[in-house]
């Protein structure tokens, strides 16, 4: 049952926090549950209003892995309210309010989509398994929401992140910190 979850243990903080810092760097062990279940509680708790969640994978198995496991948690088919997009493999639709991508389809997505209209919400998951584009995305994501879209939520999330520096660059942010039971 995902309630049970340690990642539970802080909904109420990661919900305060995004709502009114936008900002937010979460360290939880693996199993915690904070890529399947982040995700819902911002949708649960209004704070994507029309937009959609964008959660960032390092790899392409994963983002099809979560898509398909949040989908079934919500028992909504996949590619509706749920999917997922990685290179030649698009299932989602114009309802999709949590979408599980690689960071390269956002890169691309920011080049055609300078200001990425329609999405409230980006989570940066496995962030401590940096890549080139992780790096560029963030930081096109933190001019975006510093520039032109205020309302934009960013978090990033890891099991074995060195917040303070990541805390550094995303000034005002604030770091929470899961020891939780995996």
Known sequence: MPERLPIYDL??????TLRTTKRLVLQAPTGSGKSTQVPQMLLKHGLLGSGQVVILQPRRLAARLLGARVADELGVKLGREVGYQVRFDNVTSA??????ETEGLLLRQLIQDPTLRGVQALIFDEFHERHLYGDITLARALDIQETH????????????????????????????????RT
């Open 11 to 16: 909904e109420h903080d990661i919900v305060s």
């Open 95 to 100: 309802g999709t309010r949590i979408k599980f």
């Open 149 to 180: 879209r205020p309302d934009l939520l960013i978090a990033v999330m890891s099991a074995t992140l060195d917040a303070g520096a990541l805390e550094d660059y995303l000034w005002p942010c604030s770091v929470l910190t899961s020891h939780g």
